[in-house]
Each structure stands twice: as C-alpha cells, then as structure tokens.
C-alpha cells in the first residue's frame, strides 16, 4: 500500500505544477546507455498493435503494464510506442463509465465480467504518462486526460484511513 500512496502523492504533485525525481532528464540529457535496455524492454514486451503482454501471467495484458508502457515511451522520446500503446489502451482497457481503465485484458476474450475493476497503479501510471507527454513533450492530444484520471480517482478510489480520517487511503 505505501507503493500506491507514493505514486498518488507523485502523480498529485504533478498535477498541481510539482515534478517528481524519477524520469527527471530532459530528452538532450538522457543517458545514452539506457537506449538499449529500452530496445530490448519494447522487443519483449510491446506488441505492433501496442499491446504491453504480461509474458509471465499467460500473456495478458493489464493495466498497469499498459500505463508503465506509456510511461517508459514518453521518458525516452518514442512517441511512435506511446501513440500505439495509448491507442490500444483507448481501443481495449477503456471500457468503463469514467476515465479509468479496466484492469485486464485476455487475448481472444477482451475485459471479462471480472476484470473491468479498476487497479489503481496502472492507472496513475498512465495519467502520469499523459501529463509528461502533454508538459514535458509537447505531444498534441493528450491535454487534460491526466486532469480527467486524477479526478476519477480522487472521486472513486480514495477513503478516509480509519487511523486517521482526515488522511486520505487509496483503495
């Protein structure tokens, strides 16, 4: 849970104007050995269509893999893998009555009755992602969907902690 709430709190700050450490290299000062890792990360898990698979859950796609794509392809500059992961993300994951994705996602079968729940890191994930490509790359299209994300989980994925009411919890 202290995972969740560090990625809430990053993501928030970020919404607000703050900045997070991570991924905090302009494009001229990405280091240049990362690269590869990248190349390979894409090769393994990124399909042509943009589907990020899980090759260590029977090949299925889920949210968060989907927003950690988004993230790594804006963090290295490749607008090209953040297009056709967002555009299969928009095309498979979006399927709900908010702004949030469905959490999993089967090859031949889509969003089972059980998997449109939300799973709230893949999309902080994919908010952050969109609020990095909309500030930090200048990509068309992707302003203000962060806004959209955050608000959704502020309205149906946080709860009082019962320790401390006035703290929020994500759920």
Not at 3 to 31: C, K
Not at 51 to 72: C, K, M, T, W, Y
Not at 90 to 103: E, G, H, P, Q, S
């Amino acid at each position: 849970m202290k995972r969740r709430t560090a990625l809430a709190a990053m993501m928030m700050s970020a919404i607000a104007g703050g900045t997070s450490p991570l991924f905090a290299y302009s494009d001229d000062a990405r280091p240049a050995d990362l690269s590869p890792k990248w190349t390979m990360w894409k090769s393994r898990f990124l399909s042509e269509s943009g589907r990020v698979i899980d090759d260590e859950n029977g090949g299925i796609s889920h949210s968060e893999g989907q927003g950690f794509g988004a993230l790594l392809a804006q963090a290295f500059g490749d607008q090209a893998a953040f297009e056709k992961i967002e555009a299969w993300t928009n095309a498979n994951l979006m399927v709900r009555k908010d702004n949030l994705m469905a959490w999993r996602w089967y090859e031949g079968r889509g969003v089972q009755a059980q998997d449109w729940h939300t799973a709230t890191d893949g999309d902080l994930f994919r908010a952050w992602a969109l609020l990095r490509a909309a500030r930090d790359s200048g990509w068309s299209g992707t302003e203000g969907q962060s806004e959209k994300i955050a608000r959704d989980i502020a309205a149906l994925c946080l709860r009082p902690d019962p320790r401390a009411p006035e703290a929020p919890l994500l759920i």
